[in-house]
């Protein structure tokens, strides 16, 4: 009975496959970011390289929440075959 109330994100990891690769993207980032913050000093290459990364990692995440809401205005509206974002 605990499988039947799955959360979004897991449904969405399982639904779309493009939707899986960004969030695994967007762990990668973290995970990069991660690395990055344990420097007891950064010089101005790291520094470029956590905007540039913070950056990709929110476009990944725009990019999530654009397909979140695309299905769920298919799931309310199944018959509506707009390509609007």
């Known amino acids: ?3 039947a109330q799955r959360a979004p994100r897991d449904v969405l990891l399982q639904a779309d496959a493009e939707y899986r690769r960004l ?3 967007h762990r990668q980032y973290d995970l990069e970011l991660q690395r990055i913050s344990k420097s007891p000093y950064l010089n ?3 520094l470029l390289e ?3 990364l913070k950056k990709k990692k929110l476009h990944c995440k725009d990019e999530m ?3 979140a809401a ?3 205005r298919e799931q309310r509206d199944p ?3 707009s ?3």
Do not use: H, P, V, Y
């Open 1 to 3: 009975m605990a499988s």
């Open 23 to 25: 969030a695994e993207q």
């Open 44 to 46: 101005a290459e790291d």
């Open 50 to 52: 956590e905007i540039r």
């Open 65 to 67: 929440e654009r397909i």
């Open 70 to 72: 695309r299905i769920l």
């Open 79 to 81: 018959g509506n075959t």
């Open 83 to 85: 390509f609007a974002a």
